[in-house]
Nanobody, 128 residues
Framework: QVQLVESGGGSVQAGGSLRLSCVAS??????????LAWFRQAPGKEREGVAA????????YYADSVKGRFTISQDNAKNTVYLQMNSVKPEDTAMYYC???????????????????WGQGTQVTVSS
């Protein structure tokens, strides 16, 4: 059973930075080809894709709203994917979730329906 555990959320002022972490267990990260993604959900809004990365390598995928500010990365040795959030804005306030799906990320990386495994989420609050 794959488990994903997020951490690193908190309160930050606009313009600041946070780094979220997602530790995967239940499979060997480096020997399994997966799309690992970050999603977020603000109160009253739908869950949306933020960024994704393929565990076999390659560049990340990003939502337009975070391009140039957020960076997704991974540490295979630690079974961990990160989301570095810079220049945060109040509209980045949301619960952030990590998700995993077997296979490449591709053009549907942001699609909720393709992800089999989800973490419990970590709250990010950005004040103005």
């Amino acid at each position: 059973q794959v488990q994903l555990v997020e951490s690193g959320g908190g309160s930050v002022q606009a313009g600041g930075s946070l780094r979220l972490s997602c530790v995967a267990s239940g499979y060997t990260y480096s020997s399994s080809s997966n799309c690992l993604a970050w999603f977020r959900q603000a109160p009253g809004k739908e869950r949306e894709g933020v960024a994704a990365i393929y565990t076999d390598g390659g560049s990340g995928y990003y939502a337009d709203s975070v391009k140039g500010r957020f960076t997704i990365s991974q540490d295979n040795a630690k079974n961990t994917v990160y989301l570095q959030m810079n220049s945060v804005k109040p509209e980045d306030t949301a619960m952030y979730y990590c998700a995993a799906d077997p296979g490449v990320c591709g053009g549907t990386w942001y699609a909720l329906w393709r992800y089999n495994y989800w973490g419990q989420g970590t709250q990010v609050t950005v004040s103005s």
